[in-house]
């Protein structure tokens, strides 16, 4: 039988290794990209699987004061669309670290 000692450290060895998984997952996730869409591909944003947005690209033909509001309205839409493909993204990646541990049906790891 295991002395308490020796289960405490495996305790702390196996927190250590999922913080590590965490730290790794988290730096993966702000590696990948996804693109956000909107106007038939007039307004696009690329963000990060944690949602910080990287570039923003507008058609030229979107480029007149009389459309502020369309363009506007495009942008956010295009947000929403990468905001949407990100958290899809993340929760991908991050099941796939989770499937190997022990948690309970409907656990989620704070991120």
């Known amino acids: 039988m295991k002395s ?3 289960m405490m450290k ?3 060895e196996a927190a250590a290794t999922v913080q590590a998984q ?3 997952a988290q730096a993966k996730l702000d590696a990948l990209e996804v693109e956000g869409v909107s106007g038939g591909g007039l307004v696009r944003i690329r963000a990060s699987a944690k949602g910080r947005i990287k570039a923003i690209a507008i058609d030229d033909s979107l480029i007149v004061p009389a459309d502020k509001q369309m ?8 947000f ?8 899809q993204v993340s929760n991908e990646e991050m ?5 190997g541990l022990p948690l309970p049906p409907g656990f ?3 991120f």
């Open 22 to 24: 965490m730290q790794e």
């Open 80 to 87: 929403n669309d990468a905001r949407e493909k990100a958290d």
């Open 4 to 6: 308490i000692e020796e």
């Open 95 to 99: 099941g796939k670290m989770t499937s």
């Open 10 to 12: 495996a305790a702390q």
């Open 108 to 110: 989620k790891l704070p």
């Open 71 to 78: 363009l506007e309205d495009l942008l956010a839409a295009a």
